[in-house]
């Protein structure tokens, strides 16, 4: 790059350069703690999966929803579950899940697939319950996608207004904990249940249930 402006100064660079810098440590680290673990491998075949990944999430996001233009005919339920799953999904619940499954020797492809069948279906759409800005930021959310009242959205999405962003409902806790928590029941054997019970709990502050699900499965206090 010899006599041409730094990477940070180029157009719609910015702070992307940070994340760059960020992702480049990962692997110094991992090569300073893991080089000699029999994990070491799929550590670095998985962090670069999920990057590739949250790659064509984010990919996915900036077509779908370009920015300034709230066009509602963009938005399916086919492409949002595709943009949450690359986008949040997989760095957010499969990456740590599964790096602690590799670095405690649990490395059978059985196992792994379960994981992370239970672990996409908890980063689904608003399960995680993380609202943030998607409708000032004209972004394609699940509620969007199942709401019926298409007219009173044309007029208020994409606004920035604090008038114009109602409160969302806790929908997601209807529809999906039941279904998450049947599929941890089915699917997480012959991992510890507890591990994805936890995380369910996390997500809809059900302290009451983890407790109950730790103290039935032996699990840690």
């Known amino acids: 790059r010899w006599g041409q402006i730094c990477w940070l100064q180029k157009p719609g660079v910015g702070l992307d350069a940070i994340s760059d810098a960020m992702e480049a440590c990962i692997y110094c680290l991992l090569k300073l703690c893991c080089r000699e673990q029999p994990c070491y491998l799929n550590l670095i075949q998985l ?3 999920c990057f590739y990944q949250t790659e064509i999430g984010q990919t996915l996001d900036l077509i779908t929803a370009p920015h300034g233009n709230a066009d509602l005919g963009r938005f399916s339920e086919k492409r949002c579950k595709s943009s949450v799953k690359y986008k949040a999904a997989f760095y957010s619940f499969c990456l740590p899940v599964a790096a602690a499954m590799y670095m405690t020797g649990i490395d059978g492809e059985k196992e792994h697939t379960n994981a992370k069948k239970i672990l996409l279906e908890m980063g689904e759409g608003d399960v995680t319950g993380k609202v943030g800005t998607d409708k000032q930021d004209n972004k394609c959310s699940w509620l969007v996608v199942q709401c019926l009242q298409r007219q009173i ?9 604090a008038e114009k962003v109602a409160p969302e409902p806790d929908l997601p806790a209807v529809f999906f904990y039941s279904h998450i928590m049947g599929l941890t029941e089915q699917d997480a054997v012959p991992l510890p249940p507890v591990i994805f019970l936890g995380l369910t709990c996390n997500i809809y502050k059900r302290k009451s249930d983890l407790e109950t699900a730790r103290a039935g499965r032996g699990g840690p206090q």
Do not use: M, V
């Not at 959205?153 to 207004?161: C, S, T």
């Open 47 to 49: 962090f670069l999966q």
């Open 153 to 161: 959205l044309k007029e208020n999405y994409g606004q920035k207004e």
